[in-house]
């Protein structure tokens, strides 16, 4: 019974930075994976983030060295942190788990980067 919820998305210019949220309840955050996606209009979901249990990191090449990820135990909350936002990033974003190997996603929530 995971619950997930993403919020912080809003609208940008290019070159400008945003941080992202996403609340888990209903289970024990610390162990478990946390991975963003993203999904632009017209385009199939992508991952771009992935933040592990123990706290490791990995990003997809199209914003590696822009986006960081991080998490708090604490406050059962990972964030994701984007800088030199790009029209290209543009999107809704969804934080996604797996517990128990079931697919748990948030609603999503709309980054627009304006040019």
């Known amino acids: 019974q995971v619950q997930l919820i993403d919020y912080g998305g809003g609208l940008v210019q290019a070159g400008g930075s945003l941080r992202i949220s996403c609340v888990a309840s209903?289970?024990?955050?610390?162990?478990?994976?946390m991975h963003w996606y993203r999904e632009a209009p017209g385009k199939q979901r992508e991952l771009v983030a992935t933040?592990?249990?123990?706290?490791?990191?990995d990003f997809a090449d199209s914003v590696k060295g822009r986006f960081t990820a991080s998490k708090d135990n604490a406050k059962n909350t990972a964030y994701l942190q984007m800088t030199n936002l790009k029209p290209e990033d543009t999107g809704v974003y969804y934080c996604h788990t797996r517990p128990h190997k079931t697919d748990r996603w948030g609603q999503g929530t709309q980054v627009t980067v304006s040019s």
């Open positions: 209903g289970g024990v955050f610390s162990i478990h994976d």
């Open positions: 933040i592990s249990a123990a706290g490791h990191t």
